[in-house]
C-alpha cells in the first residue's frame, strides 16, 4: 500500500526529533588518557581537536528542567544549555537539549535572569575536556576529567552529532554507537560499561526537599 507516493513502511519510521542529544559515558581511570589518544588519534578520520577546562554551574527547577552556563577559561565564547531527561526514561542516553550562545552577556545579567525564571543554583564543577569530532562519521569522542571538591572522576563520552541526529531512528542511533563501542572497545569501551546517570544526576543535590512542592 502507498499514501501520496510513499510506502507504509517510510510512513511508520519514526526519526529522532532535532535538538536531541545521543550520548553515552563510561568511568574510566585516569591513566586510560594516554591510551584514549593514541587509538583515536590513530583511526585514519579526519577530526577537528579542541582541548578546553572551565567551570560548569548548574541551576536546577523543582519541575525537572536544569540549565547549565558554562565559559572555559580563557575563552570569550559562553553557552547556556537547557536540558531534561525524557519523562520514565530509565537511562540518559536520549535528552532535550538547546544550546544558547551568550558571549558578550555577563554572568551576573544571565544568573539574574536565570533566578528570574524560576531555576535555583545548585552546584558547580570543573572540567578539563579533550574533544576529537570526527565530522565525516558525525561522531564525537571525549575524554573529561571532573573535579568536585577535591574528588576526580574521569570519563569518556561518545555523542552523536546533533545536527543529523534527526535522520536517524532512535534503534539507528543507538546501532551507531554500537560500532562506536566496538571502535573503542580495546580501552574498555562497551554497552555492559555504559552510564545510567548524567553528571547532572551524579553531582545534583536535592535542594527542594524540604519545601512544600
Given at each position: 500500500m502507498e499514501i501520496v507516493g510513499e510506502t507504509m513502511e517510510e510512513t511508520e519510521?519514526?526519526?529522532?526529533?532535532?535538538?536531541t542529544e545521543f550520548e553515552?559515558?563510561?568511568?574510566?581511570?585516569?591513566?586510560?588518557?594516554?591510551?584514549?589518544?593514541?587509538?583515536?588519534?590513530?583511526?585514519?578520520?579526519?577530526?577537528?581537536?579542541?582541548?578546553?577546562?572551565?567551570?560548569?554551574?548548574?541551576?536546577?527547577?523543582?519541575?525537572?528542567?536544569?540549565?547549565?552556563?558554562?565559559?572555559?577559561?580563557g575563552e570569550k565564547r559562553a553557552e547556556v544549555t537547557w536540558k531534561r531527561k525524557p519523562e520514565g526514561a530509565k537511562y540518559n542516553?536520549?535528552?532535550?537539549?538547546?544550546?544558547?550562545?551568550v558571549d558578550g552577556t555577563s554572568f551576573e545579567e544571565i544568573e539574574d535572569a536565570l533566578l528570574s525564571q524560576g531555576h535555583d543554583r545548585n552546584f558547580e564543577i570543573w572540567?578539563?575536556?579533550?574533544?576529537?569530532?570526527?565530522?565525516?562519521?558525525?561522531?564525537?569522542?571525549?575524554?573529561?576529567?571532573?573535579?568536585d571538591g577535591k574528588k576526580l572522576d574521569h570519563f569518556i563520552e561518545i555523542e552523536l552529532d546533533e545536527k543529523g541526529i534527526h535522520n536517524y531512528t532512535e534503534e539507528e542511533a543507538f546501532e551507531r554507537i554500537r560500532g562506536f563501542e566496538t571502535?573503542?572497545?580495546?580501552?574498555g569501551i562497551s554497552h555492559r560499561h555504559r552510564l545510567t546517570k548524567s553528571l547532572y544526576e551524579m553531582y545534583v543535590r536535592n535542594i527542594y526537599e524540604d519545601k512544600n512542592l
Open positions: 519510521r519514526k526519526t529522532l526529533e532535532p535538538f553515552t559515558k563510561y568511568r574510566v581511570d585516569g591513566e586510560t588518557i594516554h591510551a584514549f589518544k593514541a587509538l583515536v588519534e590513530n583511526l585514519g578520520w579526519k577530526f577537528d581537536f579542541i582541548y578546553v577546562q572551565g567551570d560548569d554551574i548548574y541551576y536546577t527547577k523543582p519541575d525537572g528542567w536544569f540549565a547549565r552556563y558554562r565559559r572555559a577559561d542516553i536520549k535528552r532535550k537539549e538547546w544550546n544558547w550562545r572540567k578539563m575536556c579533550h574533544i576529537y569530532k570526527f565530522k565525516e562519521q558525525e561522531v564525537t569522542f571525549v575524554f573529561y576529567t571532573v573535579r571502535t573503542l572497545e580495546s580501552i
